[in-house]
């Protein structure tokens, strides 16, 4: 490391954990001879952020919060990637059956309503949450304290999914801005989603993407509160603008979870 400046190795360490087009570089290649240690470290970090570090869903006991649109397009992508599925909803007004005809006809999810027990709690893996479902919610804290990761469904389909991805959140002006982006990427390349809260649930698209893939992706502040490894290619945040103050409560906490797509 001596004859680098310590603003130098930071340089390198994120060119190489934003562009594999480093590799190629004279000044790394040196570098690595002379402290392999160094580049195995940023090896291991570059293979452990977006697509590189997904997780194996097989045999994971997955429960899903919410039996929305968004949850049920989680179930059914979980249920493709091999997890077992606890489908979840604390509305004690609904029913089982009706929650049953929206699920695909060959899906094994269990189905609760109302209430979860301990026991239940202990075996899981992982909670998926809808959109709609507050993350101050008692037992979402809960989740929290027990230690089990919690995802909303921005980041179960980027786990899922391959390609790069550009996302686009902000108050106003983010599905014109979404939609624009989406026909210019179109037009140019031969695999593009466009997805999120335009519309069409991420999770319904991400098992078809290949690694030519682009999805362009509209994003809200309810969708980043869960996020994890979402890293998109390009993010944008249009404006902000006080909005949602009943889910987020002050205004610094959403600028904060805006600022989570960077």
């Known amino acids: 490391f001596r004859d680098y400046t310590k603003g130098t190795l930071i340089t390198l360490f994120y060119a190489w954990y934003y562009s594999e087009s480093i590799k190629a570089d004279g000044m790394l290649k040196d570098l690595s001879g002379r402290c392999p240690e160094f580049i195995k470290l940023i090896d291991e970090i570059h293979n452990n952020r977006g697509h590189s570090g997904k997780m194996d869903f097989k045999d994971k006991k997955v429960l899903v919060f919410g039996s929305g649109i968004s949850g049920i397009g989680a179930c059914e992508l979980l249920e493709k990637s091999g997890a077992t599925v606890i489908l979840f909803d604390g509305n004690e007004k609904l029913h089982e059956e009706a929650i049953r005809m929206k699920l695909p006809s060959a899906s094994k999810a269990q189905i609760l309503i109302g209430q979860i027990s301990d026991e239940q709690l202990k075996e899981l893996d992982l909670v998926v949450l809808s959109p709609g479902v507050p ?74 993407m290949t690694d030519e893939t682009v999805t362009v992706a509209e994003i809200s502040s309810f969708q980043l509160e869960t996020i994890w490894k979402f890293a998109p290619r390009v993010s944008a945040i249009l404006n902000i603008t006080e909005d949602h103050l009943n889910r987020h409560h002050t205004m610094a906490e959403y600028i904060r979870v805006k600022e989570l797509i960077t």
């Open 135 to 208: 993350t101050d919610l008692p037992i979402v804290k809960g989740f929290y304290d027990q230690g089990l990761p919690v995802w909303g469904e921005v980041e179960l389909a980027y786990q899922t999914g391959k390609g790069e991805v550009l996302a686009i959140t902000g108050t106003n002006g983010k599905t014109t801005t979404t939609a624009l982006l989406g026909k210019i990427m179109s037009d140019a390349r031969p695999s593009v989603f466009v997805v999120g809260n335009i519309g069409t649930p991420y999770t319904s698209k991400s098992l078809e």
